[in-house]
Every structure is written in structure tokens, then in C-alpha cells.
């Protein structure tokens, strides 16, 4: 149990579909992210929220759209994904900006 | 701009030492992290250093050189359970960015 708590831990969608997966700690963090980490490449930051604020979008393409109503949540909402955004897609939390991140399980996603 | 570099891979045999090496080039700099991550699971905090020399932790120490932009996981008498892929991170105005990771192999 890290503490972060990731769902789905799979999720399978066609190209169509809208989806979305949920992030939740209540470690007491104000920093949340989301990470995308594919096979035989470094993790990859997504999006950075700082007290709910989104402080960071890493040239992600809008077919991913973050959401964060608290400190304590954090969503991905996906929609007509390509097949090429199958990943790990791994959420974390940190206290403050430059400290040691906890890590969710993660949600394997496959998109077909 | 920034960037981290870490070999691939290692294999190293139980009960040996292994040293993973981490080089970093970045414009602004707040520390150095290892991460330890087994296939499946997410990311574990091993170790953070922020001034220069060596950081005990048990079986596992951590070494950072500021001037050289260089950092290295040592890992004492191994065990088949570290076989992982173990991540250099650096946190840089927010962004805690990582190196591709190195996967620890470790064999009978």
C-alpha cells in the first residue's frame, strides 16, 4: 500500500471511447501528477497540479484531459485515443514541488 | 533543459556489489533521487541526495558529485529480490524528470 490509490489497474478501450481513470491520496500532498510509461522508454511527465492548480501540461495532446477538483484527487479523462497511447499511465503525489513522490500501482491501458 | 543518462542494463550475481552510475545535465538543480521500481509495480523511494558524498541506507548507498554532474546506486551483497529496474530522477522547478531507468538483473 503506497498510499496513492489508482483505478482502474486495466482498462481495455477502442478508439472511440471515453474513459477515464481516477487517482486518490490522502497522504496530505499538495503536488499531484500524472506520468505515462511506456515500454523501453523513460517515465514521461504529463501534467503537474500544485494545490489544485495546474502548473505544468508537458505538450500533451488534448486527447487527454486532466482534472483535479481537490488536493486529494486527480482524473485523466481520455478520448479517442490512438493505439500508440497504450502505456503505463502512472499517477503520484508529493508534498511540496522538489520532494520524494509516492506512485499509484498504476493503470495498464490498452487501447485497440 | 535537461538530461539524464543511466546504462540499460546490468546483470550482476547474488551476494556481489553493483554499482548503477546516473549522469545528469540540467539547468537548475534541487537534488538527485533513486527510485526502485520491480516489473509491474509502481515506483519505490530508495534514496535522495542533495549534498555532495555518500548516503547509507542499509544494503544500499547513494553518491552524488555536484561538479561532475554524477550520481551512483551501490548495492551490497545483492539478493535475487533486487533484480528491478531502478530510476535517477531530478526534480527541477517542479518536474521531477527521469532517466530512462536501468534494469538490474540479478542471477543464481
Known amino acids: 500500500e503506497t498510499g496513492v490509490t489508482q483505478t482502474p489497474r486495466h482498462l481495455v478501450m477502442g478508439m472511440t471511447n471515453k474513459k477515464s481513470l481516477k487517482c486518490e491520496q490522502h497522504?496530505?500532498?499538495?503536488?499531484m501528477y500524472w506520468y505515462k510509461q511506456s515500454a523501453k522508454k523513460p517515465l514521461e511527465l504529463m501534467f503537474v497540479?500544485?494545490?489544485?492548480?495546474?502548473?505544468e501540461n508537458n505538450s500533451v495532446p488534448s486527447r487527454f484531459s486532466p482534472e483535479c477538483p481537490n488536493s486529494s484527487h486527480l482524473f485523466l479523462h481520455l478520448h479517442t485515443l490512438q493505439p500508440e497511447d497504450s502505456a503505463l499511465y502512472l499517477c503520484?503525489?508529493?508534498?511540496?514541488?522538489?520532494?520524494?513522490?509516492?506512485f499509484g500501482q498504476g493503470t495498464r491501458l490498452t487501447v485497440v | 533543459g535537461q538530461n539524464i543518462d543511466q546504462p540499460t542494463e546490468m546483470t550482476a550475481t547474488e551476494g556481489a556489489i553493483v554499482q548503477i552510475n546516473c549522469t545528469y545535465q540540467?539547468?537548475?538543480?534541487?537534488?538527485l533521487f533513486w527510485y526502485q521500481q520491480h516489473a509491474g509495480e509502481a515506483p519505490t523511494f530508495l534514496s535522495y541526495?542533495?549534498?555532495?558524498g555518500l548516503e547509507e541506507k542499509g544494503r544500499f548507498s547513494s553518491f552524488l558529485s555536484r561538479s561532475k554532474g554524477y550520481s551512483y546506486l551501490l548495492l551490497k551483497e545483492l539478493q535475487m529480490k533486487d533484480s528491478a529496474s531502478y530510476l535517477c530522477?531530478?526534480?527541477?522547478?517542479?518536474?521531477?524528470?527521469f532517466g530512462q531507468g536501468t534494469t538490474l538483473q540479478v542471477k543464481p
Open positions: 497522504l496530505g500532498h499538495n503536488a
Open positions: 497540479y500544485n494545490f489544485k492548480e495546474q502548473t
Open positions: 540540467t539547468s537548475g538543480f534541487n537534488g
Open positions: 541526495n542533495v549534498l555532495d
Open positions: 503520484a503525489s508529493s508534498h511540496g514541488m522538489n520532494t520524494e513522490a509516492f
Open positions: 530522477a531530478n526534480p527541477n522547478t517542479g518536474k521531477l524528470i
